[in-house]
């Protein structure tokens, strides 16, 4: 990247952030056919990577040049008034527009757990160097917010510092990590749990809640989050990967679920919910798929999920469309019923209320919504951090994407937490949903190639 070109972006951007006395966007983007997100990301284990699919997008952001964070229920008004904001006069060198990267915790509610502070109840950066691949290619965003008091020269010359982070050569870290110590709610223990689930069921308090488990590694060194990574995008099939890193600690996770995406107005979701083992040869994994397809217990859980997607999103979109019966998703260790949902944002409305319409939807949460987010934080025994909350990416015009941050783990410098949970309807049996859990928590157990001693 050219010092002088962004130089005369930085100075539009300050003549903007003069002229309205406040913070400027601006974004200067290239070709850059050589660079790939995943090697970045394996090689500096930091910053945002993201690789999705349907629509096919890859991302690695290195560095913060601008950060937003919320708390309390109302956090994505309040992210989504002040991107907006920032990006109303924003100066785009290119066709790429500035993008925020972040997430948030699953309940703004429940007590942060100590591993968790790091990650705010909503927290979003501009990365300062975004490297993007899709069908268009691989491009290279420079991102930068100008203030009225800034210096474009010195912003200038900081970023192409920055640049040259970018190509810096990896850190070796210790070799593989042993687990010195894991501790996880023993099964009899986490079945009781959801025998008292299904007694709330039963007496019509609740008609689902979706229950998790925790379980935490101590390890002797650090985990190599690039090479985890590396792993999951082998087997990824048809999951979603994504990692952040807030101070020292690393969320990652190959999720099955989107959450919602935008592009252009148009809205697309799934409802996911309703699972079952993979099995080792293609004519039983057919049957087993196929008793998944007609299981009424799972059938009733995943339309729960389905009617309540449609109506939360219902006041904020036009032409609602959902599948009429659903379609199995293959992952490498579990199959899920999937719905697919379209729509169209109504004029006014952002992607941002979308997600905050959705969720927790029942295929996290439950039913009635607030009833079931009450049960899980009395019974559930531990801080669900940002697990199964939305994970994604948000542009200046409006498009975006999230994920629902399942099949995920925390890595902290010495320990390593791992999420997974199911829905529980009537008709659930307490040793089925812990042998579900065993199976979703298998492909990241893999990945992280964490044996006890
Ligand atoms: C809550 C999780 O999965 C959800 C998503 C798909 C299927 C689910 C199920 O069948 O129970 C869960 O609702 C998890 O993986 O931790």
Request: hydrophobic letters at 45%; charged letters at 20%.
């Amino acid at each position: 990247m050219n010092e002088a070109a962004l130089l005369s972006v930085f100075e539009a951007a300050h003549q903007l952030a003069l002229k309205h006395q406040r913070p400027v966007v601006a974004v200067s983007s290239r070709p850059a056919p050589n660079l790939d997100p995943l090697v970045l990301y394996e090689t500096h284990r930091q910053g945002f990577f993201w690789c999705a699919h349907s629509p096919g997008l890859a991302l690695f952001g290195l560095g913060c040049a601008w950060q937003i964070e919320a708390t309390g229920p109302q956090r994505l008004a309040e992210v989504n008034r002040h991107w907006f904001a920032l990006c109303a006069d924003a100066v785009i060198d290119g066709a790429h527009p500035p993008l925020l990267l972040g997430g948030m915790r699953f309940d703004t509610q429940q007590p942060c757990a100590p591993h968790w502070a790091p990650f705010a109840d909503a927290s979003f950066h501009l990365a300062q160097w975004l490297l993007s691949e899709d069908r268009d290619g691989r491009w290279l965003r420079c991102q930068c917010v100008v203030e009225p008091g800034s210096d474009p020269a010195a912003l200038a010359r900081a970023s192409v510092a920055a640049h040259q982070q970018l190509f810096a050569s990896p850190r070796s870290l210790a070799s593989h990590p042993e687990v010195i110590e894991r501790t996880a709610l023993p099964a009899p223990q986490w079945q009781a749990k959801v025998a008292n689930a299904l007694q709330a069921i039963d007496s019509g308090e609740l008609s689902k809640v979706v229950l998790a488990r925790h379980i935490e590694y101590q390890l002797d060194a650090a985990l190599d989050s690039g090479a985890v990574m590396r792993r999951l995008h082998e087997r990824r099939n048809s999951s979603h990967l994504f990692a952040l890193h807030r101070a020292g600690s690393c969320f990652m996770g190959a999720t099955p679920e989107r959450l919602l995406s935008c592009r252009e107005g148009h809205l697309s979701t799934h409802a996911l919910a309703g699972s079952a083992r993979r099995a080792p040869t293609s004519e039983e994994d057919q049957q087993v798929g196929a008793g998944l397809l007609a299981d009424p217990k799972e059938l009733h859980e995943h339309q729960l999920v389905v009617q309540t997607i449609l109506q939360g999103l219902s006041g904020i979109v036009s032409d609602l469309q959902a599948a009429t019966r659903p379609e199995l998703l293959k992952l490498a260790t579990v199959q899920h019923l999937s719905s697919p949902i379209s729509a169209r944002l109504v004029e006014g409305c952002s992607l941002l209320d979308g997600i905050q319409a959705l969720h927790p939807t029942p295929a996290v949460g439950g039913l009635p919504a607030a009833t079931a987010m009450a049960f899980i934080r009395r019974h559930e025994g531990f801080d669900r951090g940002w697990y199964a909350a939305p994970v994604g990416w948000l542009d200046a015009r409006g498009n975006g994407d999230f994920l629902v941050a399942l099949r995920s783990a925390l890595m902290t410098p010495l320990h390593c937490h791992l999420f997974a949970g199911c829905g529980i309807v009537q008709g659930s049996r307490p040793a089925d949903e812990y042998e579900e859990t065993q199976i979703k928590l298998a492909s990241m157990e893999q990945a992280l190639h964490l044996a006890p001693r």
